[in-house]
């Protein structure tokens, strides 16, 4: 009979060591299978984000192959001052009329001013003088005489109340149209070029009839004519000597008609009245004269030393003129009296009484007008009074 073998005995130390393995095994079975559980949780995170939500966002294949690349953006930077213009506004109408596209009206649209082609009329007032009805309208005084030479005559002491006056929208001359003018005799005239009158648009003038008789334009048109302009009739008393005072026998009722001989002039000036304020009218080219403001029955003195040449009235618009030669190339001349206190031949001397202001012939108040002559030129008196 076989006797069972027996095991070899067991140490201490083994129990111990077999009881630690056998306890740490479930714990380590945990901790993998929570460690695979959450590796297990990721990845289907990720699948779902990658399958489900990317095809929720993403257009399909074929949308896609058919976008084209988007043209460039511009980019306005937002700055302070920067103020975007408005955009114009247009509205579409139906192209198959052949229409087009036209223009909505804008209410808030600004028309530019601009400067008028035609002649316009001026009534006078009281009070008017060529120079300030010139400074109104922006013109020179003389185109209010170039474009009003029916009514004035180049005298802008025929100036009075209710007349009608032209207005030209530039500086220049009016001209009317006679049977016969050419364009080469009128631009002479006014000293301009013919192309000044034909290529200013208020004239209307038919381009193609340029070469036809009177170039196409019909007797009594008035033509503008821009920067126009030719001498001024002078209205006042001519260059009257001692050696021949009837040469102003046309001039009037006042004038003289024998040889004289008498006082000389001592070349200098004095004021021929008591008053030094200018009034109305001053020294111009349109004016040759000075006009000295005063009242009537005011004194006037001879300037200088001299014979009168001329006492009485004038038809020119002076009314009661006397003129004095002074033997020396100088005439003087005092206009507008309301008395003559002298004679023809007489000598008269620098500073003596001769008269009273006054206003009459064309006049529009009390004053002088006073003129000075040096051998037929009007110099202005202003730069030989003392």
């Known amino acids: 009979m076989s006797t069972a073998e027996n095991p070899p005995p067991m140490n201490a130390d083994d129990g111990e060591n077999t ?15 929570v460690l695979m559980v959450i590796v297990l949780g990721v990845l289907a995170v990720l699948v779902w984000q990658r399958v489900v939500v990317g095809q929720a966002q993403t257009p399909s294949l074929p949308f896609l192959n058919s976008i084209e690349d988007p043209a460039p953006t511009t980019v306005v930077e937002d700055t302070p001052n920067q103020t975007i213009p408005a955009m114009s506004v247009y509205e579409i109408t139906d192209f198959s009329s052949g229409a087009g596209i036209s ?52 005298n802008p002491h025929v100036l009075s109340p ?12 009016l001209y009317e ?20 009158i034909v290529e200013y648009s208020g004239n209307d003038i038919n381009l193609t009839a340029l070469e036809s008789t009177n170039h ?3 007797p009594g048109t008035k033509l503008i004519v821009p920067g126009g302009t030719r001498p001024i009739k002078d209205w006042g008393p001519p260059a009257i000597t001692r050696q021949n005072p009837a040469s102003a026998r046309s001039y009037g009722a006042g004038h003289c008609g024998q040889v004289y001989s008498g006082a000389y002039g001592t070349g200098t000036f004095v004021w021929p009245t008591v008053s030094r304020g200018i009034s109305g009218y001053g020294y111009s080219g349109v ?8 009242a009537t029955g005011n004194a006037i ?12 009235w004038s038809d020119y618009g002076y009314g009661y003129l006397i003129v004095i030669d002074h033997g020396n190339g100088f005439q003087t001349a005092y206009a507008h009296l309301s008395a ?23 006049s529009s108040g009390a004053h002088l007008h006073f003129e000075l002559i040096y051998n037929g030129a009007k110099p202005n008196p202003l730069d030989y009074l003392q």
């Open 162 to 173: 209710n007349m009608v006056l032209n207005i030209l929208p530039l500086d220049g001359a």
């Open 287 to 294: 004016h040759p004269a000075i006009d000295i403001g005063g």
């Open 216 to 218: 196409g334009i019909e």
């Open 19 to 33: 009881k630690t393995r056998t306890s740490d095994r479930p714990l380590l079975r945990v901790l993998v299978n």
């Open 340 to 362: 003559v206190a002298v004679t023809c031949g007489q000598s008269v001397f620098q500073g003596g009484y001769i008269g009273a202001m006054g206003s009459t012939g064309n």
């Open 177 to 196: 149209w006679r049977d016969g003018d050419s364009l080469e005799f009128v631009s002479g005239y006014y000293r301009v070029a013919p192309e000044d």
């Open 103 to 154: 223009r909505v009206t804008d209410v808030q649209t600004v028309i530019p001013s601009r400067t008028g082609t035609d002649v316009m009329t001026y009534t006078v007032k009281k009070g008017d003088t060529l120079f300030e009805i010139a400074d109104t309208f922006g013109i020179r005084p003389e185109t209010v005489l170039f474009g009003n030479y029916d009514v004035l005559e180049d």
């Open 301 to 312: 003195f001879a300037s200088d030393s001299g014979v009168v040449v001329y006492a009485g």
